[in-house]
């Protein structure tokens, strides 16, 4: 039947237009989550310069967070 044949037609444009955006969405989410990632290393070895810095100048960490609450 033609009509059918129109309606599983137009199901697996919808099907494989999904695909698509649900692909295009998981490439972005990836990016988001490296950029993340590459964030979060960037800020550990801020942490970790600025702890060196202050126990090089001999201030302790308990009164470095005491300072900054």
Do not use: F, I, S
Not at 8 to 23: D, R, S
Not at 35 to 60: C, D, H, K, S
Request: charged share 20%.
């Amino acid at each position: 039947d033609g009509g059918q044949d129109a309606d599983l037609e137009a199901l697996q444009h919808g099907h494989q237009a999904l695909a698509e955006v649900l692909q295009r969405r998981l490439g972005l989410l990836a990016q988001r989550l490296q950029l993340l990632g590459g964030l979060g290393v960037v800020l550990r070895q801020a942490a970790a310069a600025l702890l060196e810095r202050l126990q090089a100048r001999g201030q302790p960490l308990a009164q470095v967070v005491a300072v900054g609450r």
